[in-house]
């Protein structure tokens, strides 16, 4: 992280209502984005990553903005009236109440889905499909289309990038692919691993195992997708949720370890 101590002094010249304001949004970009680059241009705190701007907030006598860069680009949306008159895509904020909630965390890049290297590509395949649920499906059909799945073809380090290059994955791979184009076009979704039985489905032939998914928030609440699967499935269990593997990964190790065996045993209840 490359800390800006001019931010600092914005916020302590900042009125009264906007200092807590300008706290809880700074400290949201950075837990969400841990690499991020903080400066300040147009004399306001401005957020970057990879040298591009991802979103930017500002002071003014009687509220505070907060927006992120290049939304229409992305998403192909017009910017609503209060984004052109600089108001930012929350509006006019005066309370801490008016921040956005968990779900603004999910929006930026992250160690794995890294979104702003995969925006051009976001914006080409779905761009002009319909927004909210219609285009996260089409992501989740594109993701289960365009990758194939391979025990033995991913890696600890690929990321979303790698994998959109390779073509080839395990379930953790088409989860953070399908995730990073959602995040492009501010969608805000986040990784979920657990178990998925094997129940009212075909046989697979293999053991039952451990699988990773994606949730997305459409604005009444979380919903789950499956790239990998992409298909309602019943039974899942989840063990961890967090902005992808590097958040919940399967197994976190100390040292070299080796796994000898693991067997997984599911049943519907009742």
Known sequence: MIEDPRIDAYIERAALFARPILTRLRAIVRTACPDVEESIKWSSPSFGYRGSILCSMAAFKQHATFGFWQGERVTGDAPSADERSAMGQFGRLTSVDDLPDEALLFLLPSRYCESDVLADEAFHLFGSTPSGWARVQ?????????????????????????????????????????????????????????????????????????????????????????PRNNQRRIGRTVIGRGRDAADVAMVTSFGAVELCSMTVIAREAG
């Open 138 to 226: 089409a992501i989740s059909d594109w993701a289960n289309g365009h990758l194939g799945f391979q025990y033995g073809a991913s890696s600890p380090s690929f990321s979303a990038r790698d994998v959109f290059d390779r073509g080839l994955g395990v379930c953790r791979d088409f989860s953070h692919l399908a995730i990073t184009m959602c995040r492009a076009l501010n969608i805000p979704a986040r990784y979920v691993f657990g178990y998925l039985p094997d129940i009212e489905v075909p046989d697979p032939g293999t053991p039952m195992d451990f699988c990773a998914w994606m949730e997305v928030y459409l604005g009444d609440g979380w919903h789950t997708f499956d």
